[in-house]
């Protein structure tokens, strides 16, 4: 063979190396970026998912102040109903008959 194509081929043989060196690095990276990015959202999940943990019970509270203060104001509307619509009882009870 040809010294000049010989020496050719041996350029393009460490080129061809070091470029699937650098080749097989960058695969190895992606693969750690795909890790560390799953990862990464398994954090997030996760800390939604404890923090929701977490809440629950405060938010239970204040639920149940809500609904405890719209059971409160039906009972007043039912106690509204109960009162008779001429005050004279109350009238005479007072001594404001008549003023």
Request: aromatic fraction near 12%; charged fraction near 25%; proline fraction near 3%.
């Amino acid at each position: 063979m040809e010294p000049i194509i010989e020496k050719k081929l041996d350029e393009l043989l460490k080129l061809t190396e070091e470029n699937n060196k650098m080749l097989l690095k960058m695969r190895k990276a992606q693969k750690w970026a795909t890790v560390m990015r799953m990862v990464y959202w398994f954090i997030i999940i996760g800390l939604a998912a404890g923090s929701f943990y977490f809440i629950k019970p405060y938010f239970n509270n204040i639920l149940n102040v809500y609904t405890g203060g719209i059971e409160g104001l039906d009972k007043m509307r039912d106690f509204g109903k109960k009162i008779p619509s001429d005050f004279s009882n109350l009238k005479s009870l007072l001594g404001t008959e008549g003023n």
